[in-house]
């Protein structure tokens, strides 16, 4: 299963940006899609997640300044970033789960500057 994803880049801190992913639309059995960070040194963490049933969660460090959504008939995803801060830069990776089996994107870079 390959996803693909978009919309990294460079940004000044207090900017913003949009990631988007999109899962095969005969993926069987999606139940979340989600995006994750990896910072260097760090390890890999959640940003947010959207479920089938479409519930969102958030990692504690988002404080409401992102904001996940998506279209279950596209199997894709988007999440807007607002006020971003330096400490957000990381490889952003796009994640699928179908039947309790996880596909990774390839990775987006995010770089916050200060």
């Known amino acids: 299963v390959q996803l693909q994803a978009s919309g990294g880049g460079l940004v000044q801190a207090g900017g913003s940006l949009t990631l988007f992913c999109a899962a095969p639309?005969?993926?069987?059995?999606?139940?979340?899609m989600s995006w994750y960070r990896q910072a260097p040194g760090g390890e890999r963490e959640m940003v947010a997640s959207?479920?089938?049933?479409?519930?969102?969660l958030y990692g504690d460090f988002v404080k409401g300044r992102f904001t996940i959504s998506g279209e279950k008939v596209g199997n894709n995803v988007t999440l807007q970033m607002k006020n971003l801060e330096p400490t957000d830069t990381a490889v952003y990776y796009c994640?699928?789960?179908?039947?309790?089996?996880?596909?990774w994107g390839q990775g987006t870079q995010v770089t916050v500057s200060s």
């Open positions: 959207l479920t089938s049933e479409d519930k969102k």
């Open positions: 639309r005969n993926i069987f059995g999606l139940t979340a």
């Open positions: 994640r699928a789960r179908a039947l309790e089996i996880n596909f």
